[in-house]
């Protein structure tokens, strides 16, 4: 069985988003060369908050780590309605993503642009993105927006523009695209993991470690634990792709 999330409930007053979401995160066994099997893939994935306001993205937001004091090989994910994190869910089979690779230092700005960006339905595309992967690595970090249809351009070209603008990227960026289908096909041992894992082995840490702990969240009913900023800390602000 699943674990449960926190179910962060909305509250009068507050600005309802036009769907559901939910955060998750799963860390990667970072010394494996191989492609990681679909049902333990699936198993490693656990979720932690899911909200339906704008205030209740903060209330779960403001409890997560900066991207740049996760462990290497960790992904945080937020997807709509519950839909998860994988290939085979029936909201991603046909669908696909677009990959976005980062130097360190830009991805807190650019993670926290990102999905506000998609919670607040910035990209005008209806619910076609299914969801927005943040893939920590040793020396880089990979960001990718998945999607619905990997067979309609015009939609794949309207996130990759929608990308650009919230971003303020240049015209002249070329961002990838990868269809999940492709990564089905190619999940034999090829080394690229169903993510946007990183060729190449990287220093693994406990999966369940996180940088200090909070208190529940308000509403919220005992569930995984989340990974969450120490005290102390401050927030600030796959394939081939753009390196900014």
């Known amino acids: ?20 979401f939910c955060f998750w ?14 049902e333990e893939y699936e198993k490693s994935i656990k979720p932690i ?7 209740g993205f903060f209330k779960v937001y403001n409890y997560l ?13 937020l997807f709509r309605n519950m839909i998860k994190p994988i290939w085979e869910a029936r909201d991603n089979q046909r669908g696909g993503k677009v990959i976005l690779r980062l130097v360190k230092g830009l991805t807190n700005l650019i993670w926290e642009q990102l999905l506000i960006a998609l919670v607040g339905d910035q990209f005008e ?16 970090d990979v960001i990718s927006i998945w999607n619905r249809t990997a067979d309609d351009t015009h939609l794949v070209n309207r996130i990759r523009d929608g990308l650009k603008r919230v971003l303020d990227l ?12 492709k990564g089905m096909r190619s999940r034999g041992g090829n080394g690229e993991h169903r993510g946007d894992h990183h060729r190449g082995s990287h220093n693994s840490h406990n999966s369940d470690r996180s940088h200090g702990e909070r208190p ?25 792709g753009w390196r900014i």
């Open 1 to 20: 069985m699943d674990p449960t999330p926190v179910q962060v409930p909305p509250y009068p007053g507050e600005h309802a988003l036009q769907s559901k």
């Open 25 to 38: 995160f799963m860390q990667r066994d970072a010394n494996s060369r191989t492609a990681q099997a679909a």
């Open 49 to 55: 908050a899911a909200f339906e306001t704008v205030e």
């Open 65 to 77: 780590v900066k991207p740049s004091s996760i462990t290497v090989s960790t992904e945080i994910h």
């Open 125 to 140: 595309v209806g619910d076609e993105i299914t969801g927005i992967v943040l893939s920590i690595r040793a020396h880089e």
């Open 170 to 181: 240049p015209g002249f960026v070329r961002l990838e695209y990868k269809s999940h289908a």
């Open 216 to 240: 529940p969240l308000p509403g919220s009913q005992p569930g995984p634990s989340v990974p969450s900023a120490g005290p102390g800390s401050s927030r600030g602000g796959g394939g081939s």
